[in-house]
């Protein structure tokens, strides 16, 4: 079956008019879709460009605090211990008021303070500690807060 003319011209025409309507809605969404508060999608990446850099800066001078914090972290006491003692055993003389406390940071770095207690003084001492030593004699009770101290360092 041959389709006459008229027929042909008249589904072109239907098809033209499908196509323009299909067109417009195409435009108009896309209009809607590219409408912003910046007025347009130029402004709007040119204010999202913006928005990065000011990120990307502001993420370097975070990253630089935080390493700065880190270093401060670093020479910062973490571990601290104490021990209590009678410094005068079977004398009767001090009790248990005596003690020997240990401050060091994670690389070993600190002090020792001790102090020891009787019934007419009392006597304070402080020991340099460098990565978990002292140059320093330590008493037993001084080395074991040591030990103790570094113990809770590295956990």
């Known amino acids: 079956m041959i389709l006459s003319t008229n ?6 025409l239907i098809l033209m008019l499908v196509i323009t309507i299909d067109a417009f809605l195409l435009r108009m ?3 809607r879709m590219m409408r912003c508060k910046a007025g347009d999608v130029g402004d709007a990446l040119i204010s999202l460009d913006k928005d990065v850099k000011a ?3 502001f993420q370097k ?3 630089g605090y935080f390493q700065n ?3 401060r972290l670093r020479r ?5 211990d104490t021990a209590r003692f009678n410094a005068f055993k ?3 003389l001090g009790g248990n008021q005596s003690f020997a406390t240990a401050f060091v940071n994670e690389d070993g770095d600190g002090v020792i303070v001790s102090s020891l207690y009787s019934r007419d003084r009392v006597s304070v001492f402080g020991k340099p500690v460098s990565h978990f030593a002292s140059e320093l004699e330590l008493s037993e009770e001084e080395a074991n807060v040591l030990g103790r101290a570094k113990a809770k360092v590295s956990k």
């Open 7 to 12: 027929t042909l011209v008249i589904a072109l």
């Open 55 to 57: 990120l990307e800066h």
């Open 69 to 71: 914090v880190e270093k």
């Open 90 to 92: 079977g004398e009767g």
């Open 76 to 80: 910062s006491i973490q571990s601290i």
């Open 29 to 31: 969404k896309m209009r």
């Open 61 to 63: 001078e975070a990253e």
